[in-house]
């Protein structure tokens, strides 16, 4: 089993359908096995029990699509991106939509290490008004602070989004309001869209969110 890895490669895809409700280690098992069929020389960890060494940019909520998502997989044998493009699109399933696989340099950093931000398409189906829409997405532009009580593994914890939620637009309304969000995705924090609706009280509504962009110091790579 090849421990040693002498190429990575860089795997630019889309997630919709079942694959959206996918936890983080599902979808990880679903590469797994993916890059398997594909018949890659995959680089393992060393270690009693080994895994291929793969890291994804940054997890993708559940619930979410997205046109934007990054997988590096690191190989034990030289591939031509090309090839194993072909590889990998022959054994997708439904859902996952492979878009680029390119090389980049053994020595960049981790691509968690080097995240920063990530655009979204939201959807919300609400019985507010497209004014109020804008009214409530330029509030929370213009806001010093976006409190929201977050609730994870039972515990509640005040968040202040704000410093989380750069750039806010309202698209207009079709059979839901449309808005295109960008927040922050790094190792110290990220924000989520969901919770930013809910922090602005714009009544009863549910969401779609496809995650659309993700951003990184691209500088560091070189």
Known sequence: M???????LRIT???????????????????????RRARLPLAFTQGFNPHPR???????????????????????????????????????????CLQSVVEVPLSAPPMQAIMRAAAYEVAAWSAASPEQMRQCLQWALDSDALLYERVRAGRTQSIDLRPLLLKARYLGQDEAHRLELTMVCSPQGAGRPEELLAALEIGESHWAVCRSRLYWDAHTEE
Not at 24 to 32: A, F, K, P, Q, T
Not at 68 to 93: F, M, N, T, W
């Open 2 to 8: 090849q421990t040693e890895a002498v190429q990575r």
């Open 13 to 35: 895809y889309g997630v919709d359908g079942p694959l959206r409700y996918l936890s983080v280690l599902d979808m990880g098992r679903l590469w797994e096995r993916l890059l």
């Open 54 to 96: 793969m890291a994804f940019a940054a997890p993708l909520p559940v619930g979410y699509s997205s046109t934007h998502e990054v997988l590096d997989v690191y190989l034990g044998a030289i591939v031509a991106p090309e090839g194993a493009l072909a590889a990998i699109c022959a054994e997708s399933p439904v859902g996952l």
